[in-house]
């Protein structure tokens, strides 16, 4: 059982570049989540789902795109990386039930030069 | 709009010693609580999960205890050890209208000496 498994886990862009991060789980569950984890700024929200085929914003959405295709799959999209994307992100998911536990991918260390 | 705190910001303990981990959070109305490790350049780990009409859980050597109408919880870890060394963040689930979402504290960096 993977659980929650991001690629790619490291990443160096020059500014303007696009790239997607892609999250998956095997856990059948229905929300997943983005979040940018910064020193001193914690864990912030980027965009998230409650099911296949819809999205919706978080705290720090400008500059990303999301979407979920497929239940298993949430992907985060950077059209034009700028340096103040260089961050950790971590995707997360669980069930619909509001008192689902929360499980993190281990991250995707992203650096923008 | 929900704020979780967490104090102190970083804590440091010899080996054996039982410690106690505060949360607060400003809005009681909240479904539960999660609490997370971190270890440096990792993921977030889930140690337990506290559900609004609970009081208290426990794992191995962890028990988390929650009073929402305080809008507390504590993070109780005994004979810690150097293994035990990381960042730990609790997160609630609030019950009102953002009940998708979980508000993050910015975590107790701990280290235990051996």
């Known amino acids: 059982n993977a659980g929650v498994t991001q690629t790619p886990k490291f990443r160096v862009l020059k500014t303007g570049q696009s790239m997607t991060l892609l999250c998956a789980q095997d856990?059948?569950?229905?929300?997943m989540y983005w979040y940018r984890q910064d020193p001193g700024m914690g864990l912030r929200l980027i965009h998230y789902?409650?099911?296949?085929?819809?999205?919706a914003k978080g705290e720090v959405p400008d500059g990303y795109n999301v979407s979920r295709l497929k239940k298993q799959n949430f992907l985060l999209g950077l059209e034009s990386a700028a340096p103040s994307q260089t961050s950790v992100y971590f995707c997360?998911?669980?069930?619909?039930?509001?008192?689902?536990?929360?499980?993190f991918g281990e991250g995707s260390r992203l650096t923008v030069l | 709009k929900q704020e979780v705190t967490q104090i102190p910001a970083a804590l440091s303990v010899p080996e054996g010693e039982n410690l106690v981990l505060n949360c607060s959070f400003t809005?009681?109305?909240?479904?539960?609580l999660q609490w997370f490790r971190q270890d440096p350049g990792k993921g977030l780990t889930s140690l337990l999960l506290?559900?609004?009409?609970?009081r208290e859980q426990t794992s191995g050597r962890l028990n988390a205890s929650l009073d929402k109408s305080s809008g507390r919880s504590t993070l109780y870890i005994a004979a810690s050890q150097p293994g035990d060394s990381a960042t730990y963040l609790c997160?609630?689930?609030?019950?009102?209208?953002?009940?998708?979402?979980?508000?993050f504290g910015k975590g107790t960096l701990l280290t235990v000496n051996p």
């Open positions: 997360a998911s669980r069930w619909t039930m509001n008192t689902g536990e929360l499980f």
């Open positions: 856990m059948n569950h229905e929300y």
């Open positions: 789902s409650v099911g296949e085929g819809t999205t």
């Open positions: 809005d009681s109305a909240i479904y539960n």
């Open positions: 506290i559900q609004s009409s609970q």
């Open positions: 997160a609630v689930v609030d019950s009102g209208g953002s009940n998708y979402k979980l508000t």
